[in-house]
């Protein structure tokens, strides 16, 4: 069964280093996302992507955010200065299209010392 | 963007039927229902999703009054391996119509032996 992979599934940094989160949707999927999950707390939309562009973000993606689709298989999510407050687990999914569900891959927990 | 209400924890035992009923009073016309289940630190995991009426999968079922306002996800003969968050959320996944879905803190399910 095809699956969203996703790498690190650890990463520990330190706080104003550069972070990239790597992720490779389903092959056939045209819609990506990343999403958030602090320890205990709600799962929380950071960005989706489609068309090779941002569609839509929320107030947490902010400056210190990008994605980017470098080739045809992989979605990475970039954060350029890293704080503490940034530790969390992030999962990124994706959709085959329009009202399709959502498959998530296992995540990456990122830890910022 | 439709919020939805949801019990925080529920109980139950191995072999009987679990119903979580969710309610989202300002679902939108074009809005589906959908459910996910997470087991700790892993991505969350689609159960389920529907319109209207009733669904069902090798898994679970959703039943959606004609209001719509509501909606229950009933998972049959429940055993230990179900005791996970499930998360119920209105709204439509995909890129490019400027929804995103909310997530609530979920349905932490315990089955007990």
């Known amino acids: 069964e095809p699956e969203v992979t996703q790498t690190p599934s650890h990463q520990v940094t330190q706080m104003g280093q550069e972070v990239i989160l790597r992720c490779v949707p389903i092959?056939?999927?045209?819609?990506f996302y990343w999403y958030r999950q602090i320890l205990g707390q709600k799962v929380e939309f950071l960005v989706s992507?489609?068309?090779?562009?941002?569609?839509?973000k929320s107030e947490i993606f902010d400056d210190q955010f990008s994605v980017e689709r470098p080739d045809g298989s992989n979605f990475t999510l970039k954060i350029r200065s890293t704080k503490l407050e940034d530790s969390a687990m992030y999962f990124c999914?994706?959709?085959?299209?329009?009202?399709?569900?959502?498959?998530f891959g296992e995540g990456s927990r990122l830890t910022v010392l | 963007l439709a919020k939805t209400t949801q019990p925080i924890s529920m109980d139950s035992y191995e072999g009987q039927e679990v119903n979580i009923t969710c309610s989202h009073n300002?679902?939108?016309?074009?809005?589906?229902i959908t459910w996910y289940q997470q087991f700790p630190s892993q991505g969350p995991r689609f159960i389920i999703q529907?319109?209207?009426?009733?669904v069902t999968n090798e898994v679970a079922s959703l039943f959606i009054p004609a209001d719509r306002k509501s909606s229950t996800l009933s998972l049959p003969r429940v055993s230990l391996s179900d005791t996970a968050v499930y998360y119920c959320?209105?709204?439509?996944?995909?890129?490019?119509?400027?929804?995103?879905?909310?997530w609530g803190l979920g349905t932490s399910l315990a089955v007990n032996p």
């Open positions: 999914a994706s959709s085959p299209g329009h009202a399709g569900e959502l498959f």
């Open positions: 092959s056939n999927h045209l819609y």
């Open positions: 992507f489609y068309n090779n562009e941002i569609s839509e």
């Open positions: 300002n679902i939108a016309t074009n809005d589906y």
């Open positions: 529907g319109y209207k009426t009733k």
């Open positions: 959320l209105v709204g439509a996944p995909w890129a490019g119509n400027n929804r995103k879905l909310i």
